[in-house]
Each structure stands twice: as structure tokens, then as C-alpha cells.
């Protein structure tokens, strides 16, 4: 489970003992509860279904030990990283050099950081343009190319269960290497669209 690196040092640096009944903390029992974790987010089950399609019971070990780990929050969800997704494009005519940057600020777990669909990743980012009011762009750029940038996890988790997340963007308009609009906001990102995984 390498692509889970983050998320065991975060378990291992916030481990807190709460429950008395609860499993050992040991690294097979950590890896237990991040195989439930995983397999829960991906899932979009709740702690006691994702514990209950795994082991075929209400295993209240685990929900505690889950708990202690800090991969679930009660009434929140699972553990997510919160990551900024930057998508762009560029277009060139005779007469301008437009580059238009969306930064999407939104909750992701480990694994899906980085694999983008570039697909669904234009169709955001068309979205977010009509979303701004910002249609202009559509016109003058009609023939420019999106792409994306390397998603950067920032210093802070959330928590969710949910198919749908409220995420923020800010769009910034260059022309010529000067600012000439920007808008920003919230919308509402079905989870891990960018990433081509629709879970819901």
C-alpha cells in the first residue's frame, strides 16, 4: 500500500487511545484499518458497512481502533487530504497571449492524488468559466489547450462521506503577462471527478 504513505505516518504521528475496547495498536492492525479505510472511501460506505463488507459482522474493535487512527470522524466521514488542482490554458493569436489558470482547492484521498482524467478536467474547467460569468473566454480562446498541473497537498485533511463536496476556485486572466481578470467562488465538485472516479 505505498500509495498510502501519507495518510499511515499521519495515523502513526495522531494515533490517540480513546476506547476501551478497541484493537492493539500494531502495525498488521494499522494496515487492517487502512485496507477498511480504502476500501470505504472507494465505496462511499459508512465505517460499519465498510466493516461489515470487509470482515461480514459489526466488528466494534475496528470502528474504535478506525476511530483512534484518525481515518474516520463521526458525523463527518473519512479522512481526506485537502489538495489545490491547477488547470490552464493557453492561447496565442496575432493580436493576443492569453493564459487563464483555475486553481480548484478540494478534498481527495492519497492515492487519487496526481491521476487526473483530462477529460473531465476540461469539462470542469469549462464549468467554472460559465459558473464565473467569465463566457468572454470561451470566444477568445476557443482554440487554446487545457491542461493540468501537479496537484499540491496542502497541510490540512478534512473529513467527508458524501458524493459531492463544496469546493473553492479562483480563476486568474493573463494577458500579455499582466492580470486583466479574475473571479472566484464555490461550487460543487462530485467527488473525485478530476481524478475520473465518480463513486456515486
Not at 492492525?29 to 461480514?56: D, P, T, W
Not at 474493535?61 to 487512527?69: D, G, H, P, T, Y
Not at 479562483?170 to 465518480?198: C, H, M, P, Q
Amino acid at each position: 500500500m505505498n500509495d498510502l504513505e501519507q495518510t499511515r505516518d499521519y495515523v502513526f504521528r495522531n494515533y490517540e487511545r480513546k476506547y476501551r475496547v478497541t484493537l492493539r495498536f500494531a502495525d498488521e492492525n494499522v494496515e487492517k484499518a487502512l485496507e477498511i479505510y480504502r476500501f470505504g472511501v472507494e465505496n462511499c460506505f459508512g465505517i460499519v458497512e465498510a466493516i461489515n463488507s470487509v470482515y461480514g459482522y459489526r466488528y466494534r474493535r475496528m470502528e474504535n481502533f478506525l476511530k483512534e487512527c484518525k481515518l474516520w470522524k463521526e458525523g463527518e466521514g473519512w479522512l481526506h487530504w485537502r489538495v489545490l488542482t491547477k488547470l490552464y490554458m493557453d492561447y496565442e493569436s496575432k493580436k493576443d497571449r492569453v493564459r487563464v489558470e483555475i486553481m480548484i482547492y478540494h478534498l481527495a484521498p492519497e492515492w487519487l492524488i496526481g491521476e487526473h482524467d483530462i477529460r473531465e478536467c476540461e469539462a470542469i474547467f469549462w464549468d467554472l468559466i460559465v459558473e464565473s460569468k467569465m463566457e468572454w473566454i470561451i470566444y477568445a480562446a476557443v482554440h487554446g489547450t487545457i491542461d493540468v498541473g501537479d496537484d499540491v497537498k496542502q497541510h490540512e485533511i478534512g473529513y467527508m462521506l458524501d458524493c459531492s463536496q463544496e469546493a473553492e476556485y479562483i480563476i486568474t486572466v493573463w494577458k500579455r503577462n499582466k492580470i486583466t481578470d479574475s473571479a472566484e467562488g464555490t461550487f460543487e465538485l462530485e467527488n473525485y471527478r478530476l481524478y475520473g472516479e465518480l463513486i456515486c
